[in-house]
T-cell receptor
Framework: EAEVAQSPRYKITEKSQAVAFWCDPI?????LYWYRQILGQGPELLVQ????????DSQLPKDRFSAERLKGVDSTLKIQPAELGDSAMYLC????????????FGPGTRLLVL | GENVEQHPSTLSVQEGDSAVIKCTYS??????FPWYKQELGKGPQLIID?????GEKKDQRIAVTLNKTAKHFSLHITETQPEDSAVYFC???????????FGSGTQLTVLP
């Protein structure tokens, strides 16, 4: 069964450092999402890609967060500089076409900022 | 934007009993309502979804009902088993490139 891959699974960093997360969606899925999930809460969308284009990044803190999906396949989410409040689970999901299709989530990257 | 409220935040049931989780949404334009199960340390997994042109959908022990007039939808799990223990999230979307808005989650514990 095809799955969304994410790495690393865990990341510990100090504040002001740069961190990067990688996601490889299910093959053939045009839409890719990055979510942030704070402990005890539901996932919140950070950015949505359709192929290589950003569809929605209204909730992405653009002063420190950036995301790219250069070839329309895998994607990288970067935080620079990391702040204590960035500690959370970062989830990647993909769907075949758009939000109305099933979103399949990866295992996530647990980030701890010290 | 859309707002999804989910209740209860925690739910404990005896094995074999039924569990019901309820969600309300604010935007009447929402038309897609998935439910996800998240086990500790894992990403959410879709367990069932429903679209606004359907009032009820069932898959073995899991069912979802939708009341568009009242803007609420519910997850029903029958004959609960210990492996059903997890956090369950509801979500709503207006579809077609509109984002999913998630509820705050329900920690379900099935007691053996």
């Amino acid at each position: 069964e095809a799955e969304v891959a994410q790495s690393p699974r865990y990341k510990i960093t100090e504040k002001s450092q740069a961190v990067a997360f990688w996601c490889d969606p299910i093959s053939g899925h045009a839409t890719l999402y990055w979510y942030r999930q704070i402990l005890g809460q539901g996932p919140e969308l950070l950015v949505q890609f359709q192929d290589e284009s950003v569809v929605d990044d209204s909730q992405l803190p653009k002063d420190r967060f950036s995301a790219e999906r250069l070839k329309g396949v895998d994607s990288t989410l970067k935080i620079q500089p990391a702040e204590l409040g960035d500690s959370a689970m970062y989830l990647c999901a993909s769907s075949l076409y758009d939000v109305g299709e099933t979103q399949y989530f990866g295992p996530g990257t647990r980030l701890l900022v010290l | 934007g859309e707002n999804v409220e989910q209740h209860p935040s925690t739910l404990s049931v005896q094995e074999g009993d039924s569990a019901v989780i309820k969600c309300t949404y604010s935007d009447s334009a929402s038309n897609y309502f998935p439910w996800y199960k998240q086990e500790l340390g894992k990403g959410p997994q879709l367990i069932i979804d429903i679209r606004s042109n359907v009032g009820e959908k069932k898959d073995q022990r899991i069912a979802v009902t939708l009341n568009k007039t009242a803007k609420h939808f519910s997850l029903h799990i029958t004959e609960t088993q210990p492996e059903d223990s997890a956090v369950y999230f509801c979500a709503a979307s207006m579809g077609s490139a509109r984002q999913l808005t998630f509820g705050s989650g329900t920690q379900l514990t099935v007691l053996p």
